[in-house]
Nanobody, 125 residues
Framework: QVQLVESGGGLVQAGDSLRLSCAAS????????MGWFRQAPGKEREFVAV????????SYADSVKGRFTISRDNAKNTVYLQMNSLKPEDTAVYYC??????????????????WGQGTQVTVSS
């Protein structure tokens, strides 16, 4: 079993920055990629970013590329999402996710088995 605990959400203005954190426990963190997803009201949960198990590879949704940065600290079993130049359309509940298989970098939510409780990010215009 894997436990994921997110933190760092909040209410900010357009153009501001936030950093989300997700602490993981229960499996060998350094053998698994980690992903971030988000879900806005009335919309499906969508992929935001993924980072490889050692942190050397990343992939982003086009909507956040150049503004968001995913990183990880394997010594702390924690993954981060630095969000800059936030826009009102970034408003959503953000979830970190742990994939089903080690040493792959999935971008489909169906390939993730464990999810955090979610943290709300609200960006006002």
């Amino acid at each position: 079993q894997v436990q994921l605990v997110e933190s760092g959400g909040g209410l900010v203005q357009a153009g501001d920055s936030l950093r989300l954190s997700c602490a993981a426990s229960g499996r060998t963190f350094s053998s698994y990629a980690m992903g971030w997803f988000r879900q806005a009201p009335g919309k499906e949960r969508e992929f935001v970013a993924v980072i490889s198990w050692r942190g050397g590879g990343t992939s982003y949704a086009d909507s956040v590329k150049g503004r968001f940065t995913i990183s990880r600290d394997n010594a702390k079993n924690t993954v981060y999402l630095q969000m800059n130049s936030l826009k009102p359309e970034d408003t959503a509940v953000y979830y970190c996710a742990f994939p089903r298989y080690a040493r792959v970098m999935p971008i489909s939510r169906g390939e993730y088995d464990y999810w955090g409780q979610g943290t709300q990010v609200t960006v006002s215009s």
